[in-house]
């Protein structure tokens, strides 16, 4: 019987997060002391990301420590080094001899255009997050990567509205499956469910909607620059016991919920990446596993529209 869980629930992480709001962004880090196997897909036109080869399945590192999911665009990447930090300080990571070097991964979107564009996540901001994953203090909507996320971009910052990072898991016997996301995408979101547009590129009269399709289908000239940075970036979290390529596969999956909750998605303009991993040593199928990832993905990225919150000027779904 499949029933939902919090995403606390699943064994051998850790989540924390914290955000500048008054600038507008923040990180969100999921750690594992024990280190976890990970796979990674990326399938949008422009990633700002962190030691992605260490999940390739040709790579020697058989787990990493980390992985952290931030705003500041390529300069958030200094997040990294703060939670590199954490852990070298309690004794986790590689084993060099001299010491121990934490296997970190991470990937960040754009929101430069939100709040304070000079100030993003930075290695004090890494760190911290990680103390606060010690206290558990994981929330959807405006917060940590989430906290400067917006989505519906394509007619510029004017029209879109306000989104964050939300959560979703589901158990099914011992399995457990779930997903973090912060939504910050190109493109509008719908309930992949129902097909209802729940948020993304606002009207002229800011009321209602436009279908951003429909305003790309208006036009078959080539767009050099879209208005702005995007990128929806998540990691799907498993009890289960994968390897890499395995989990790879999986993170393919799990792109599929993307694709049925964004329209349009992984275009150029977006850099969206999905990381699962795996913390346990559960037995399941990989393809219900990976089946199961979709699902998760695409219910976060619902609750990372409904648990936003207006900010900066955007309106959110839910006020």
Request: glycine share 14%; net charge negative.
């Amino acid at each position: 019987m499949k029933q939902e869980i919090n995403i606390k629930e699943i064994k051998g992480i850790r989540i924390g997060q914290t955000e500048n709001e008054a600038a507008g962004t923040g990180c969100t880090v999921i750690l594992s002391e024990n280190g976890m196997a990970a796979g990674l897909d990326v399938r949008g036109g422009g990633p700002a990301s962190r030691e992605s080869e260490l999940m390739n399945p040709l790579a020697a590192a058989k787990e990493i420590h980390a992985v952290v999911l931030a705003g500041g665009s390529a300069f958030g990447l200094d997040a990294a080094g703060g939670v590199m930090q954490y852990l070298e300080e309690r004794g986790i990571g590689f084993d060099v001899g001299v010491t121990k070097v934490p296997l970190v991964c991470q990937a960040d979107l754009f929101d430069l255009t939100v709040g304070n564009p000079l100030v993003r996540p930075d290695k004090a901001m890494g760190y911290e997050a990680c103390i606060q994953s010690e206290k558990g203090n994981y929330r959807d909507g405006n917060y940590g990567a989430g906290c400067g996320a917006t989505i519906g971009k394509f007619a510029g910052m004017d029209f879109c509205m306000k989104s964050g990072i939300g959560s979703y898991a589901l158990q099914i016997g011992e399995l457990q499956v779930g997903a973090v996301v912060a939504v910050n995408a190109l493109g509008d979101i719908y309930d992949w469910k129902t097909g209802e547009k729940l948020a993304g590129l606002l009207a002229e009269d800011k009321k209602s909607f436009r279908r951003t399709e429909d305003l790309m289908y208006a036009s078959t000239e080539a767009v050099e620059n879209k208005f702005t940075g995007n990128t929806t970036i998540g990691v799907v979290v498993t009890n289960a016991q994968f390897c890499k390529s395995s989990l790879c596969k999986i993170a393919g999956m799990a792109q599929d919920g993307y694709a049925r909750s964004i329209r349009p998605v992984h275009t150029t303009a977006d850099g969206d990446s999905i990381y699962a991993v795996s913390t346990g040593t559960v037995k399941a199928d990989q393809d219900l596993v990976g089946t199961l990832a979709a699902e998760v993905v695409s219910e976060a990225i619902i609750r990372a529209v409904t648990s936003a919150r207006s900010a900066y000027g955007f309106p959110a779904r839910c006020g």
